[in-house]
């Protein structure tokens, strides 16, 4: 919803916009997203409205439903929801190139980043969007590759099944991040966004956008912890066998990312 705030648009079939506690209509126009103590407003995004994120931000991306079979296959963008700590806005399919040209230069924080990436890659490729450029340019942060690395440093191992989204916030924040929204009829919302593909804001009942809100808010605010958590990286590396001192480890940092961050980050999408 615009500035018009219009709400209660019908949606889907026959159903029409109801919003959950956690997910209103926000008084000044868009909407409301209320996550753990914390309230967040969230508005759609229009190419007129240029660059509104003068800093990073999080970034989340909701597809068609994957294709177990063919897992080559790179689902369809149908929805980007982004969040900068402050402000979300949602940014449709066919909107996604000129959100992403209208902010060159901001560092991008994802939640698995290679598989964003690469849905983003698709969407933005054929209108001349290289996302892969931010990645050599440093701009690129894995909140979840962060995590991965964070246990593997304190605790001695990967945090498989430990580093999902919801476990992450659920776990460092105390945060619900539900996974497991259903529509009116009883379908998941997570595995539907497909049925909205090409359609307006308006369109979206309230639990997709209310799902598509969660996931940045929740990737910021972990990456916000995160970054208060990897000095325990270096508190403890002297400990480590082959450390070489603190200067040395500064310098590790500065040309690989924390913990080896940046090589993983990489690393990842190759292997992807």
């Known amino acids: ?12 079939e026959g159903s029409v916009f109801q919003p959950s506690p956690a997910f209103t209509p926000s008084p000044s126009g868009g909407y409301l997203l209320a996550l753990g103590a914390g309230q967040y407003p969230f508005r759609q995004w229009v190419p007129a409205d240029g660059r509104v994120i003068t ?4 970034l989340d991306t909701e597809t068609e439903r994957i294709n177990e079979k063919r897992p080559d296959r790179i689902p369809t963008l149908v929805l980007g929801a982004a969040f900068d700590g402050r402000q979300g806005w949602f940014i449709l399919a066919e909107d996604m190139p000129a959100f992403l040209a209208a902010h060159p230069s901001n560092a991008i924080v994802f939640h698995n980043a290679a598989f964003d990436l690469a849905v983003l890659a698709q969407a933005c490729g054929r209108h001349g969007v290289d996302v892969y450029a931010r990645v050599e340019a440093g701009k690129v942060a894995d909140t979840l590759i962060l995590t991965r690395l964070l246990w593997l440093g304190t605790v001695g191992h990967t945090a498989r099944k430990q580093c999902s989204l919801d476990y992450c916030a659920g776990h460092y924040l105390s945060l619900p991040l539900p996974k497991d929204l259903t529509t009116p009829g009883g379908d998941s919302v997570r595995l539907t966004f497909g049925r909205y593909l090409g359609k307006p804001i308006e369109a979206y009942p309230a639990q997709y956008l209310e799902y598509a809100a969660g996931d940045p808010v929740a990737t910021w605010l972990l990456f916000e912890h995160l970054e208060t958590r990897l000095p325990d990286l270096k508190a403890i590396a002297p400990r480590a066998y082959g450390y070489a001192g603190e200067k040395w480890l500064k310098e590790q940092w500065r040309k690989h990312g924390p913990g080896t961050h940046d090589i993983q980050l990489k690393g990842s999408i190759v292997l992807d």
């Open 55 to 58: 800093g990073p931000f999080a």
């Open 1 to 12: 919803v615009q500035d018009t705030g219009k709400i209660g648009t019908k949606v889907g």
